[in-house]
């Protein structure tokens, strides 16, 4: 257990609205990821963070925003959600640096309507 | 960019056969990592591979890293009902200097 809490677990939106998903951990490590999982897409990286108001693009990172103004939370905003955002996040740290083991949250489901 | 692609994307195996997922990079890689995800559940880490030809066992998984370091394999012998999931592979060009990229993952069930 990396201590690693997703909240909300479950939400359902409609399209244009604003959306916040928030990722919270206890070790204060460096490194955090916000992660997609769609079928047949694996996980693709959306945005991550190696510090404190440090974030960087992934792979997928239209059509969202990050924020990390503590070391223990990292935020995933939808500005205005539409449905091709509908889909399981993960939230992720590494212990070590950034291409280290990595241990995900539970996840967190989102559907837009 | 880089791609990792796993085959096949499924797979349904009697309970007590053998299974292979195949990961395959269109570059390079430093370090391999695996992951198996249960249904409904998250990515757990297996394991992590860095050198050329690397063989490593985990009970009834194997796990290769090819001589190119290109190309990655799980094995699981006598699959059993707790095998059930997703793997994924992951890989990085160029190890703690860059992100990880993942395969699309393979989806084992078991037919008891």
């Known amino acids: 257990d990396a201590g690693i809490t997703q909240s909300p677990r479950h939400k359902v939106t409609e399209t244009g609205t604003p959306v916040t998903l928030r990722c919270h951990q206890t070790e204060n490590h460096r490194y955090m990821y916000w992660y997609r999982q769609d079928p047949g897409h694996g996980l693709r990286l959306i945005h991550y963070s190696y510090g404190v108001k440090d974030t960087d693009k992934g792979e997928v990172s239209d059509g969202y925003s990050v924020s990390r103004s503590k070391t223990e939370d990292f935020l995933l905003t939808l500005e205005s959600a539409t449905s091709s955002q509908t889909s399981v996040y993960f939230c992720?740290?590494?212990?070590?640096?950034?291409?280290?083991?990595?241990?995900f949250g539970e996840g967190s489901r989102l559907t837009v309507l | 960019g880089q791609q990792v692609m796993q085959i096949p994307q499924y797979q349904h195996v009697q309970e007590g056969e053998d299974f292979t997922t195949y990961c395959n990079s269109s570059t390079t890689l430093s370090n391999i990592q695996w992951y198996k995800q249960r249904p409904g559940g998250h990515p757990v880490f297996l394991i992590q591979l860095v050198k050329s030809g690397e063989v490593k066992k985990q009970k009834r998984l194997t796990f290769q890293f090819g001589e190119a370091k290109k190309n990655s394999s799980l094995h699981i012998t006598a699959t059993q009902t707790t095998d059930v999931g997703t793997y994924f592979c992951a890989g990085s060009r160029d190890f703690g200097n860059e992100k990880l990229t993942f395969g699309t993952g393979t989806r084992l069930t078991i037919i008891p």
């Open positions: 992720a740290i590494t212990r070590g640096g950034i291409t280290g083991e990595l241990f």
